[in-house]
C-alpha cells in the first residue's frame, strides 16, 4: 500500500525556520517525482515545490523560490523541505504527492507572533 | 504563469444528476491537466491525469476531456460521496498552477 507521511509541522514565528519531512512506504520511492502542495485555511490548493527521481532537478513557485528548499533521501526514501524566512502568508496545511496521484495527509504550518 | 479557471465556482446539484466543470487555461497545456476530488477536513485525492486518463481506483462516472486550453470534468450521476470541491491542475510548465476550485453542494 502506497503511504505518504508528513511532520514536522507547528507554529513558527515570522522570520523562522521549520523543516518538513515527508517519509514514502509501499513503492519503489527513488523512480517518482514528488511534490509539496500547500493550502492556506479556507483557501484552494497551491503548488510549492517539487522534486526529480534522483534530486537532480528542482522546482520553485516564485513566492518561495530563495527561502524554501526541497531536497530527498533515496535511501531513507524520504523527501523533506526546509522552510527559511517563514512568513504569515506561508501558514498552511503542506501535502507532499507523489507524481500526479497519491497523496499525504498533511502537516499544518502555522506562522505567527 | 499559466492561468487556470475554473466554471462554476459552486454548484447546487441533485443525487443522479449530470455534472460538467470547466477549467479553461490562459495559454495551451496540450493534455497536460489533472483533476483533484477534496472533502472538507481531508486530504485532496486524485481522479483524472493526462487530460482523460482516470487513475488506478477511480470510479468510471468521472471522466475527462480537453485539450489545449478548455477542458471537462464529468460526473455522470452524482452521488452523495462525490459532494466536494474539484480542482484542475496543469503541469504543463512551470510553476504548476491550479485552478480556483468548484465546489459541488446538494441541492
Known amino acids: 500500500e502506497v503511504q505518504l507521511v508528513e511532520s514536522g509541522g507547528g507554529l513558527v514565528q515570522p522570520g523562522g525556520s521549520l523543516r518538513l519531512s515527508c517519509a514514502a512506504s509501499g513503492f519503489t520511492f527513488s523512480s517518482y517525482w514528488i511534490h509539496w502542495v500547500r493550502q492556506a485555511p479556507g483557501k484552494g490548493l497551491e503548488w510549492v515545490a517539487n522534486i526529480k527521481q534522483d534530486g537532480s532537478v528542482k522546482n520553485y513557485v516564485a513566492s518561495v523560490k530563495g527561502r524554501f528548499t526541497i531536497s530527498r533521501d533515496n535511501a531513507k526514501n524520504s523527501v523533506y523541505l526546509q522552510m527559511d524566512s517563514l512568513r504569515g502568508e506561508d501558514t498552511a496545511i503542506y501535502y507532499c504527492r507523489r507524481s500526479l496521484d497519491y497523496w499525504g495527509q498533511g502537516t499544518l504550518v502555522t506562522v505567527s507572533s | 504563469d499559466i492561468q487556470m479557471t475554473q466554471s462554476p465556482s459552486s454548484l447546487s446539484a441533485s443525487v443522479g444528476d449530470r455534472v460538467t466543470i470547466t477549467c479553461r487555461a490562459s495559454?495551451?497545456?496540450?493534455?497536460?491537466l489533472a483533476w483533484f476530488q477534496q472533502k472538507p477536513g481531508k486530504a485532496p485525492k486524485s481522479l483524472i491525469y493526462a487530460a482523460s486518463s482516470l487513475q488506478s481506483g477511480v470510479p468510471s462516472k468521472f471522466s475527462g476531456s480537453g485539450s489545449g486550453t478548455d477542458f471537462t470534468l464529468t460526473i455522470s450521476s452524482l452521488q452523495p460521496e462525490d459532494f466536494a470541491t474539484y480542482y484542475c491542475?496543469?503541469?504543463?510548465?512551470?510553476?504548476?498552477?491550479f485552478g480556483q476550485g468548484t465546489k459541488v453542494e446538494i441541492k
Open positions: 491542475q496543469q503541469y504543463n510548465s512551470y510553476p504548476q498552477t
Open positions: 495559454q495551451g497545456i496540450s493534455n497536460s
